[in-house]
C-alpha cells in the first residue's frame, strides 16, 4: 500500500496551476491501485508564514484552500484532509532534524535563492529552513510517496538525505524513518502566467492578471484570458513553430490539460488561426470546467461549520499516526522521558 502525502500553502487563493499541476492528480490517485492508496492532503499554514502574511486572512485562507481540495474532488471520507498547525508534531520532529542537518545542505536549496532574491539578508530563517519543515512533513507520517513538481524534486531528495542519515546515525542504518519516493505524475502540467511565458502560474505573483484563481467568475475569467499575453503569430501547428513563444507555448498547454488533449490534438484543430478565436474557445472550456469547482468552493465556504469539522477529524487521523513516529524518534535520539 502506497501512503501519499501532499500539501499546499494557504498563501492565497488556489491558481489553475495548483489546479492542473497537483490537485486534479490529488483526486486521480484517491482512485489508483483500486482506491488502495492512503492519501493524506495537508493545508501547510506553517509554511505560508515563512513569507510576510496577514494574520487576518490566514484563517479563511486555510478554510478555503481546504474547500477547494474538496470541490475540485478530494474525498474526506477517503483521504484524510488536515490542517499542518493543528498537528503539533511536524514542529518537533522539525526543530529534532534542524539539529542534525548541515548547514551546507540547506545552502544548496535553490528555490530559497528565489524566494529571496535579492532581500536574502531580509529573508526569514523559517524561509530559509523551509525544507527541513518539509522533510518533517513527509517523514512524520512515513509517507512512501510524494507526488512532486519540477521545483520541489530537490526538496525531496533533501528530505530522503535526512531519513537516511537519521537511520545512520540512530538506528544502526535500519530503515526508521523511510526515504520517500517521489511520485511523477504523468498528466501534470506546469501553467505559466498569463502576462509572462517564463513565469511559472503563482498565487502569491502581485499582479492578479497573470493567473485563474479558482474563485474566479466566468466574467473575470474571460477578461483575463482575453488581455493574456500573446505575440503577433497565429496559433502554432506544431512544437516547432512554439520555439521562442512561451506565451502561445502556455495557452495551448492550458487548452490541452483542461480538455484532456494532447498539445498536437489542441494544435491540430487551432493551428493557423488568429489567437483572439483560440482565446474564445479557451475561455468557454476554462469556464465550463471550473465553475462546477467554484460554486462547489463557494458553497463550502458559505458554512465554514462543514470545513471546520472535516478539518477537525482530519487533525485527529493525522495527530494519531504522527504520535508513533514522534515518541519513537525522541527515544531513539536518547532523550530523558
Ligand atoms: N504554475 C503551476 N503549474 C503547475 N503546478 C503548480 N503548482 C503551483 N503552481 C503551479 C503546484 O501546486 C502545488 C502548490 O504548492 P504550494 O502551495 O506549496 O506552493 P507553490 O508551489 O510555490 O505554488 P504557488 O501557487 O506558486 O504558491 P506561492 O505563490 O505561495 O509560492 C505544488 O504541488 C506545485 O508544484
New binding site residues.
Partial sequence: MKRIL????P??R?????Y????RNWVALQDEEGGKNECLYGV?DL??IT?PHNPLALAQATRETAAAYIAAGVDPKRSYIFVQSSVPAHCQLSWLFTTQTPMGWLNRMTQFKD?AGKNKEKASVGLYSYPILMAADILIYKATHV???E??KQHLELARDIAGSFNEKFNSGKEFFIPPEPYIMGT?????SLRDGTQ??????ESDMTRINLTDDADTIANKIKKAKTDAGVVPHNDGECEGRPEAANLIGIYAALADQTKEQVMQEYGGQQFSGFKSALVDLSVAKLSPITSRMSELMSDSAEIDAILKAGAEKANELAKPTLEETIKLMGFWS
Fill in positions: 501532499s500539501c499546499m500553502q498563501t492565497n488556489l491558481q489553475l496551476g495548483n492542473l499541476g497537483a490537485l501547510v509554511h505560508a513569507v524566494k507526488p512532486v513538481g521545483d520541489q501534470a502540467t506546469r501553467v505559466m511559472k502560474m503563482s498565487k502569491s505573483a
